[in-house]
């Protein structure tokens, strides 16, 4: 009897309670790679809303340009806060309803301030805006979900906001590419979803569930349309009719139950793979799925383990906080795979320089070309436990069709991290039986993607105090900061640049929780 190539591993199965909240129909369902194809989709599908828009969003800008260098469509301006005034002088039955993070002072310098989002967005009656604080210290809204007449969606990884558009050829030279005040920025990776039918309309009961937490008020759900009525032009279906789970992350905050069905998703999802584990990601953090992967990696006949992440996180403070401890993941990692079962990467390009940095912002694990998620979740301890989060989720595991239709999603993917088509990818793997060989054979053209490196400062590595305070999965409670900072360091250099790392932290949480008193008190 021939023995199966494959270890024992167990079935994997969407269980709604469990790596699920609900599984819904998906009438069609596309994916949209990059923030160019999802801005313009949102457009052309905002273009056809009769009754609701409702948006959860970490960040947003009313003067993100949706298309770029496209004329205006019947006269629609292609800025987001104008677009959508002139979409609610139009259509007399239509409301927009946008929930945003209320966010930290931390984030100040990076978002349109206050008073002017408040002026942009309160300046029509049927334009509903709220700041969501109704969460832990330290937590914030993550997810970035569209609803439209509760019959299409979006869920990914991408905000409605600056720094997200590019089109997947990052070009050098993108005219494009430039912020609201006209400043040009790195170019920017992410992967979003458009969703319709039965799906749409659970988004949109946590949407409302949402909205009701964060401002008491009820919303009332809309009638459902013909799908074809709202589907945006110009976006071909890549799957239809088939069931999708939708996972979340949910803190413990007063009467809130917790809800960690995205983290069972991921330890559910990588203890099914038989060939291989796919992962695009912004950070590397999250120890239970560091742990989940260390026993896949170290055991036999472990899957290829494929990780496409960015080279550098944004901003001083993330550098050497996150970076960090992402680095202390894979060294382990590493450590315990068996050979050229395990690859970590930033993708490149010829004309980048050493301050440049492709922004991987994607949120995307695919195992066995069977089960694939995308959504707001980095792989990080607090999108698995502290903020609010939403997944999609598709399990293909038994429908040849669908698992065909992600194959070509990762080569898509990897093709444009290598320059490369679709097609010379195809054919590249169906040779090599393995994506790291395909990758090292690709590997030769302008578009590449780099080995990551784990060097790093290994005296910023030593005065992290623990991944409690800088990637929790849980609030932290006052008893827990007071003990960790009362623990006796090894060295007194340490213990000083422990103390300034952490009076630091401690400053701009104090002042972000000031202004946020000072916006209550003047409104």
Same mark, same amino acid.
């Given at each position: 009897?021939?023995?199966?190539?494959?270890?024992?591993?167990?079935?994997?199965?969407? &269980?709604?309670?469990?790596?699920?909240?609900? +599984?819904?129909?998906?009438?069609? &369902?596309?994916?949209?790679? /990059?923030?160019?194809?999802?801005?313009?989709?949102?457009?052309?599908?905002?273009?056809?809303?009769?009754? *609701?828009?409702?948006?959860?969003?970490? %960040?947003?800008?009313? @003067?993100?340009?949706? &298309?770029?260098?496209?004329?205006?469509?019947?006269?629609?301006?292609?800025?987001?806060?104008?677009?959508?005034?002139?979409?609610?002088?139009?259509?007399?039955?239509?409301?927009?309803?946008?929930?945003?993070?209320?966010?930290?002072?931390?984030?100040?310098?990076?978002?349109?301030?206050?008073?002017?989002?408040?002026?942009?967005?309160?300046?029509?009656?049927?334009?509903?805006?709220?700041?969501? %604080?109704?969460?832990?210290?330290?937590?914030?809204?993550?997810?970035?979900?569209?609803?439209? /007449?509760?019959?299409?969606?979006?869920?990914?990884?991408? !905000?409605?906001?600056? $720094?997200?558009?590019?089109?997947?050829?990052?070009?050098?030279?993108?005219?494009?590419?430039?912020?609201?005040?006209?400043?040009?920025? /790195?170019?920017?990776?992410?992967?979003?979803?458009?969703?319709?039918? =039965?799906?749409?309309?659970?988004?949109?009961?946590?949407?409302?569930?949402?909205? $009701?937490?964060?401002?008491?008020?009820?919303?009332?759900?809309?009638?459902?349309?013909?799908? *074809?009525?709202?589907?945006?032009?110009?976006?071909?279906?890549?799957?239809?009719?088939?069931?999708?789970?939708?996972?979340?992350?949910?803190?413990?905050?007063?009467?809130?139950?917790?809800?960690? =069905?995205?983290?069972? &998703?991921?330890?559910?999802?990588?203890?099914?793979?038989? #060939?291989?584990?796919?992962?695009?990601?912004?950070?590397?953090?999250?120890?239970?799925?560091?742990?989940?992967?260390?026993?896949?990696?170290?055991?036999?006949?472990?899957? =290829?383990?494929?990780?496409?992440? @960015?080279?550098?996180?944004?901003?001083?403070?993330?550098?050497?906080?996150? !970076?960090?401890?992402?680095?202390?993941?894979?060294?382990?990692?590493?450590?315990?795979?068996?050979?050229?079962?395990?690859? +970590?990467?930033?993708?490149?390009?010829?004309?980048?320089?050493?301050?440049?940095?492709?922004?991987?912002?994607?949120?995307?694990?695919?195992?066995? /070309?069977?089960?694939?998620?995308?959504?707001?979740?980095?792989?990080?301890?607090?999108?698995?436990?502290?903020?609010?989060?939403?997944?999609?989720?598709?399990?293909?595991?038994? $429908?040849?069709?669908?698992?065909?239709?992600?194959? #070509?999603?990762?080569?898509?993917?990897?093709? =444009?991290?290598?320059?490369?088509? +679709?097609?010379?990818?195809?054919?590249?793997?169906?040779?090599?039986?393995?994506?790291?060989?395909?990758?090292?054979?690709?590997?030769?053209?302008?578009?590449?993607?780099?080995?990551? *490196?784990?060097?790093?400062?290994?005296?910023?590595?030593?005065?992290?105090?623990?991944?409690?305070?800088?990637?929790?999965?849980?609030?932290?409670?006052?008893?827990?900061?007071?003990?960790?900072?009362?623990?006796?360091?090894?060295?007194?250099?340490?213990?000083?640049?422990?103390?300034?790392?952490?009076?630091?932290?401690?400053?701009?949480?104090?002042?972000?929780?000031?202004?946020?008193?000072?916006?209550?008190?003047?409104?």
């Amino acid at each position: 009897m021939s023995r199966s190539l494959a270890p024992s591993v167990p079935p994997f199965n969407l &269980l709604p309670g469990r790596n699920c909240w609900r +599984v819904a129909e998906a009438e069609s &369902l596309a994916f949209l790679i /990059d923030g160019a194809s999802y801005f313009e989709a949102f457009y052309r599908a905002a273009l056809n809303a009769e009754h *609701s828009i409702t948006i959860l969003s970490w %960040d947003i800008d009313t @003067r993100t340009r949706l &298309l770029r260098n496209v004329p205006d469509v019947d006269e629609f301006p292609t800025e987001l806060g104008p677009f959508l005034r002139r979409l609610l002088r139009r259509k007399k039955s239509l409301h927009v309803h946008i929930l945003n993070w209320d966010y930290s002072l931390i984030y100040a310098a990076e978002r349109q301030w206050v008073p002017a989002v408040r002026f942009g967005w309160n300046s029509h009656p049927r334009l509903h805006f709220s700041l969501n %604080d109704r969460h832990p210290v330290g937590a914030c809204q993550h997810e970035k979900v569209v609803v439209i /007449d509760e019959t299409v969606a979006f869920i990914g990884g991408i !905000d409605l906001t600056r $720094h997200r558009w590019d089109t997947s050829e990052h070009l050098e030279h993108e005219p494009r590419r430039l912020d609201p005040d006209g400043n040009t920025y /790195d170019p920017f990776h992410d992967v979003h979803t458009i969703v319709a039918g =039965e799906v749409a309309h659970a988004l949109g009961d946590l949407a409302r569930q949402r909205w $009701h937490r964060a401002t008491g008020e009820q919303l009332a759900p809309t009638q459902r349309r013909p799908v *074809s009525d709202v589907w945006p032009t110009g976006v071909s279906v890549d799957l239809s009719n088939l069931p999708v789970g939708l996972a979340r992350t949910q803190p413990k905050f007063e009467d809130q139950p917790e809800v960690r =069905e995205i983290e069972h &998703l991921y330890l559910d999802a990588i203890a099914a793979a038989r #060939r291989s584990i796919f992962m695009e990601s912004q950070y590397l953090t999250a120890h239970r799925i560091g742990e989940a992967l260390h026993t896949r990696l170290s055991g036999p006949r472990a899957p =290829e383990v494929v990780v496409v992440t @960015r080279m550098k996180s944004d901003g001083w403070l993330e550098r050497h906080t996150m !970076d960090a401890l992402r680095a202390r993941l894979i060294r382990r990692l590493r450590e315990a795979a068996q050979p050229n079962r395990f690859r +970590v990467y930033w993708p490149t390009a010829s004309w980048m320089s050493a301050d440049t940095c492709l922004g991987v912002h994607s949120k995307l694990l695919m195992v066995d /070309d069977s089960i694939l998620t995308i959504g707001s979740a980095n792989c990080s301890n607090r999108s698995m436990g502290l903020d609010t989060e939403c997944n999609l989720v598709i399990d293909g595991t038994q $429908h040849k069709t669908v698992q065909a239709v992600l194959k #070509r999603v990762r080569h898509k993917l990897l093709g =444009e991290h290598l320059g490369r088509h +679709v097609s010379e990818v195809q054919q590249t793997e169906r040779r090599k039986r393995s994506i790291i060989g395909t990758i090292n054979d690709l590997n030769t053209r302008n578009r590449q993607l780099h080995e990551y *490196s784990c060097g790093g400062d290994d005296a910023i590595e030593r005065l992290l105090p623990s991944t409690t305070l800088i990637d929790p999965e849980r609030p932290v409670q006052a008893d827990q900061l007071w003990r960790m900072l009362s623990r006796p360091p090894q060295h007194r250099d340490v213990q000083w640049h422990t103390a300034i790392f952490l009076s630091s932290c401690v400053l701009v949480g104090g002042l972000g929780l000031l202004w946020r008193w000072l916006r209550r008190r003047r409104s």
